[in-house]
């Protein structure tokens, strides 16, 4: 199993500045692709950025430019950087790892979330 612990969530104003982490651990193999997710009242999880092993990231129209994630593999964390911050991006922000093992399957794994609030 992995377990993904998710910090750095808070109350920020709008056009603030947040950074969230997300540290992985247990017997872990392999991290391959890690990401973070967000869900607001009402609305359907979606993805915030991703990034894979080879440091590629990905990022919807919504956030790009004002986000940015990065990778630790010796730590097995990763950050997301936020900035320009606003009231529609608030949140429950949820850490992804896909991962494997080493005695089981890969497979993804969720963080339990940590709130972002945008608001003056």
């Known amino acids: 199993q992995v377990q993904l612990v998710e910090s750095g969530g808070g109350l920020v104003q709008p056009g603030g500045s947040l950074r969230l982490s997300c540290a992985a651990s247990?017997?872990?193999?392999?991290?391959?692709?890690m990401g973070w997710y967000r869900q607001a009242p009402g609305k359907q999880r979606e993805l915030v950025a991703d990034i894979t092993l080879g440091d590629t990231t990905n990022y919807p129209d919504s956030v790009k430019g004002r986000f940015t994630i990065s990778r630790d593999n010796a730590k097995n964390t990763v950050y997301l950087q936020m900035n320009s911050l606003k009231p529609e991006d608030t949140a429950v922000y949820y850490c992804?790892?896909?991962?494997?093992?080493?005695?089981?399957?890969?497979?993804?794994?969720w963080g339990q979330g940590t709130q972002v609030t945008v608001s003056s």
């Open positions: 247990g017997n872990i193999v392999t991290i391959y692709t």
């Open positions: 992804n790892a896909y991962a494997r093992t080493v005695l089981g399957p890969l497979k993804y794994y």
